[in-house]
């Protein structure tokens, strides 16, 4: 067995080929391609007959091999998230958007990549404020965001009683989200939140918080995404299909939020691009903040 030490911070773990791969695939690789250069570096470590090997060796060995397999910018990817995990820099990923649009599953697969272990749906935050506080109190906690306008007795003339129903909501749920967010931020862990409830405006952005709208192309592509979320979901598809209207009036007005705020609005076509493109713009944005604590990757 290979034990692979790390003196700086007193580790002593064994050579594991699987969490290799995953750190691989963080800089963007392909699961298979990064499976290969992990079996690569293992039987190079064997070879070289040593029990003991630094993380550091580890790196460098690995480097050198996605430059050999011809990926010089995975290469360099790789060794800056090495450093930006040496560094301790938590961060916190805020995915908004439209029910259905694919929020959870980019939420689980970005929490796979970055090995970051919370996941929080705003929508679990609103259940537990919905047993603490009563229908009679806050309605509009008690029904799905599309339908809150009709609890609140917003008025027919107004421009548009939907969207007064829905920040409403938003309003409500927000408290409990920026709860959590103090949290993370005190604590200094790494958390991705996903939910409708996450409006730009709502939500108290502090360094290292990226924030993402999630969008679907139109009518036709999130009717899709609702007959395949009910294969695995109890969610009804004829629920959210007969309230398609609402659904997609709320991603137009999540739109001009993003666009207000600046924040970025990404059309989820290909999940694979729409993952890429975010690790990306966190990775670019956080060199741009603390690149010049980082020393530049030594070939
Ligand atoms: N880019 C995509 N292309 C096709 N289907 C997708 C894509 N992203 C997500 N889905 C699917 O759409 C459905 C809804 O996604 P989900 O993550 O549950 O949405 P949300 O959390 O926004 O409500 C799921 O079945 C998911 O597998
Ligand atoms: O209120 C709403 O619009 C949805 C949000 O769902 P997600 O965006 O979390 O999928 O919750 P529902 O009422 O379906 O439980």
């Not at 609402?246 to 993952?275: K, S, W, Y």
Request: glycine share 6%; charged share 30%; aromatic share 6%.
């Amino acid at each position: 067995m290979i034990i692979v030490t790390d003196p700086e911070r007193k580790i002593r773990l064994p050579f594991s080929r699987g969490i290799l791969t995953r750190s691989i695939t963080l800089a963007g690789v392909d699961v298979g391609i990064a499976y290969i250069i992990a079996t690569e570096v293992q039987k190079e470590l064997k070879e070289r007959k040593r029990k003991l090997i630094t993380t550091e060796d580890i790196h460098e060995l690995t480097y050198q091999k996605l430059l050999d397999h011809g990926l010089k910018e995975a290469a360099k990817r790789y060794l800056l998230w090495r450093q930006l995990r040496r560094l301790k820099v938590p961060i916190t990923i805020l995915l908004g958007g439209a029910t259905g649009v694919g929020k959870s599953t980019i939420a689980t697969e970005l929490a796979f990549r970055l090995g970051i272990r919370s996941v929080i749906g705003t929508d679990t935050i609103r259940e537990v404020m919905r047993k603490i506080i009563a229908p009679e109190l806050l309605p509009d906690l008690h029904t799905s965001s599309f339908l809150a306008w009709k609890v609140i007795g917003a008025g027919r003339k107004e421009n548009s009683p939907l969207i007064r129903g829905f920040e409403n909501q938003v309003q409500h749920v927000s408290v409990g989200v920026n709860a959590v967010l103090e949290r993370a931020y005190k604590e200094g862990f790494n958390a991705i939140i996903e939910g409708i409830h996450l409006v730009p405006g709502y939500i108290e952005l502090r360094e290292n918080s990226f924030m993402y709208v999630i969008t679907v192309d139109g009518r036709k592509d999130l009717e899709a995404r609702f007959y395949e979320r009910a294969r695995y979901s109890k969610r009804p598809v004829d629920y959210y299909l007969k309230h398609i209207e609402a659904i997609l009036e709320i991603q137009d007005f999540l739109i001009e939020r993003a666009r207000e705020h600046g924040v970025p609005v990404l059309n989820n076509v290909e999940l694979e691009n729409t993952i890429n493109t975010i690790m990306e713009d966190i990775m670019e944005r956080l060199m741009e903040r603390i690149g010049e604590k980082l020393t530049s990757p030594s070939p």
